[in-house]
């Protein structure tokens, strides 16, 4: 399986300036794993935390494809397709 064309057509902007997920910070609420926003830079959290922050955001705005934001990793998810890259 290839990868999907999600992947290759986002750019990969600078994140936000952020110390975490944007909504937990603002709602003083914790995170597991951080994922950045391939289109806008959004940082959010994952679905393994509490609010799920970087998938709210796909719904929200379409953005489809994400990245870790954790130091070491740089695999990338595509919402649409439900495909690893």
Request: net charge negative; proline share 7%; charged share 20%.
């Amino acid at each position: 399986m290839g990868i999907c064309e999600h992947m290759l057509t986002v750019p990969d902007p600078e994140p936000q300036t952020t110390l975490g997920c944007v909504e937990c910070l603002e709602m003083g609420s914790r995170w597991v794993h951080l994922r950045k926003c391939l289109s806008c830079g959004h940082v959010g959290c994952c679905d393994s935390s509490p609010n799920r922050h970087a998938t709210a955001h796909f719904q929200q705005d379409g953005h489809p494809v994400v990245r870790s934001f954790e130091p070491g990793e740089d695999w990338r998810w595509c919402y649409v397709d439900n495909a690893l890259g």
